[in-house]
């Protein structure tokens, strides 16, 4: 087995997480080779394509233009570092949470933690006045806003579960995920501030996700709906195997032809009376299939 049909049979088998994780590997390798090819071309226009499709924009009348970019954003990523980080988070965070929540629920807070992250960024360079001047030239990429709802729903769902850190010991994984938000989120709110209000945004559905969830409302429950709805129209349909038992003595296949001739002889009777029009499809088909026989 080659290296692509283990990467195949990884993602077909493996969890939702790793699955996430794998998507977002791969949209970062077609970005990096869509911007060696730029290079190699003399046209570095290539990859600002990309990301301008991907990207979700901080205008309004941008992204009614692009109304796709409030999903794909959260699987676009500049550099290595940006995505190593984000898929460290994402992995560590995402194995606690699946010791405690389904594959559905993990998928639904990245999803829609990140459509919240998204959502907070653009009414917040919208409304606040420190924006005015970048609004039409912003944008934003990232799965922090995801990752950071799936820190936040898992701390507040198990919040004394504790995690053995190295150089440190035990920590409890509250103390973790406030100190994560702090960093990520408040410190130097100055510098990429865009991205900081997009991990707020993610980051307050995973608190409001777990705090509904504790009180037996799931708040994800239609996300999933739509999205077993579109894995139904998207799955391939298993072709029908069709097949005929022999008969095993001359007693079983004089009684199958008895039973054949009496559904012939039926269907014949329905012609005499309503004509050919009045049988039902399966009717006629049973028919053709008896005239190829005796033909």
Not at 168 to 191: C, E, H, N, P, Q
Not at 238 to 250: A, D, G, I, Q, R
Request: net charge positive; glycine share 6%; hydrophobic share 50%.
């Amino acid at each position: 087995m080659g290296i692509w049909d283990d990467i195949k049979s990884t993602f077909s088998n493996g969890s939702s997480l790793i699955r996430l994780i794998y998507i977002n590997i791969a949209v970062f390798i077609l970005i990096t080779i869509s911007a060696a090819i730029g290079f190699l071309v003399n046209n570095p226009e290539i990859s600002d394509k990309a990301f301008h499709l991907l990207s979700v924009p901080a205008s309004v009348k941008a992204i009614l233009l692009r109304p796709w970019t409030i999903i794909t954003y959260m699987f676009v990523h500049k550099d290595i570092w940006h995505i190593l980080f984000n898929m460290l988070w994402l992995y560590w965070f995402g194995v606690i949470f699946l010791e405690y929540l389904d594959q559905k629920k993990l998928v639904a807070v990245y999803f829609l933690g990140g459509i919240s992250g998204a959502i907070v960024y653009i009414l917040s360079f919208n409304i606040f006045p420190a924006f005015t001047g970048i609004v039409a030239d912003s944008v934003a990429i990232g799965a922090s806003a995801s990752v950071m709802a799936i820190v936040i729903a898992i701390a507040a769902y198990v919040p004394d579960y504790t995690v053995n850190l190295l150089l440190i010991g035990k920590v409890k994984i509250k103390y973790m995920a406030l100190a994560i938000f702090v960093l990520t989120s408040v410190m130097d709110f100055s510098m990429n501030s865009g991205g900081k209000l997009a991990h707020m945004g993610g980051a307050l559905f995973g608190y409001m996700y777990t705090l509904n969830l504790r009180r037996g409302r799931d708040i994800g429950k239609r996300f999933n709906r739509i999205m077993d709805f579109l894995a139904t129209i998207f799955k391939p349909r298993k072709k029908l195997k069709v097949t005929h038992k022999k008969p095993s003595t001359e007693y079983e296949y004089n009684k199958m032809k008895s039973e054949q001739q009496k559904r012939i002889n039926i269907i014949l009777d329905k012609i005499s009376k309503g004509g050919y029009d009045s049988l039902t499809k399966e009717e006629k088909d049973t028919l053709f299939r008896e005239s190829q026989k005796k033909n």
